[in-house]
DNA sequence: ATATATAGGACTGATTTTATCCTATTTATC
DNA sequence: GATAAATAGGATAAAATCAGTCCTATATAT
């Protein structure tokens, strides 16, 4: 299972393409977790990380709920999954070289290196615009 | 943490990095433990699940070990990562559409089928031959 | 005032990760 | 044949992470 996104992560990204979809109009998390197949209380926790990130705003209060800030072309996946699991890598030694006391003369650290940064790239490109425009909507 | 491979993965691929340096030479469990920094029982278990993918074959008795079954261009990262591991995917729904009912529709899907592909491959550019050139051995 | 919303922290159960330990089996050597 | 050194494999367990709940505080439209 590892190398796997988790489902927080999964349903970060629900959240993100149901707020896109609004284009802009605000949602509440009560909406966000029942149209996303979400658990509520997950939900709320998921969208407040969400919202420290800056991907999307919340307003509090009644008739509150929480928009997207940014258009389509400027959130990509890269960015919802590090925004509730934090910065990613294939192998710890990447993000924490002295985790691993054998990283200095390590062959395959660098091949890990290069590998996250390829992923992050990859994940960078897909935009929440692509994602829709390639299933056609 | 997550996306990352495991302690176990990293400890099978040291194990190969090992073996590969002996050039078919045989080595037993107590020495790979000893010498890669892995948890003498850990190793045990993790040589066996080699075993059973070819990767690696072993002896038993006095003089037993474990000897590498391939060169090194022949095994890469992803053969030892999914040797110890199983299949490896990005999202779940990767591996089991039917384990999200959201998948006919879902427009990340494709996304997920597409990324997990591309670090399959990448990890299978990296053999240990490979490594091991670039690293200057 | 009240009802409806988010903010945030504490807590919990389930699962996975990271091992350890024990018994059985194999085999070289004395 | 006995013995010592090795792998095979299953049972068990502690620790960490994941997935989710719950509760109190705060904000705000009506
Ligand atoms: S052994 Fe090498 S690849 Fe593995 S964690 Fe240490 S530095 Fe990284
Ligand atoms: S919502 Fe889409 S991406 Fe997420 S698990 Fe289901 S099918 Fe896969």
Redesign the interface.
């Given at each position: 299972?590892?190398?796997?996104?988790?489902r927080e992560?999964?349903y970060a990204?629900r959240c993100i393409?149901h707020l896109v979809g609004l284009d802009g109009g605000m949602s509440t998390v009560r909406n966000i977790a029942d149209r996303e197949?979400i658990p509520r209380s997950f939900a709320a926790k998921i969208v407040q990380k969400l919202t420290k990130a800056g991907l999307v705003e919340s307003v509090r209060g009644v008739k509150g709920g929480f928009r997207i800030t940014r258009s389509p072309e400027e959130i990509s996946?890269l960015d919802v999954?590090e925004a509730v699991?934090g910065p990613?890598?294939?192998?710890?030694c990447v993000l924490d070289k002295k985790s691993c006391d054998?990283q200095p003369q390590c062959?395959?650290h660098?091949?890990w290196v290069e590998?996250t940064e390829?992923?992050r790239e990859?994940?960078g490109s897909?935009t929440f615009e692509r994602?829709?425009r390639?299933?056609g909507?």
């Open positions: 299972m590892s190398v796997q996104i988790t992560a999964d990204i393409l197949s996946l999954i699991e990613i890598s294939m192998n710890i054998r062959p395959v660098p091949c590998i390829s992923i990859r994940l897909y994602i829709l390639e299933s909507r």
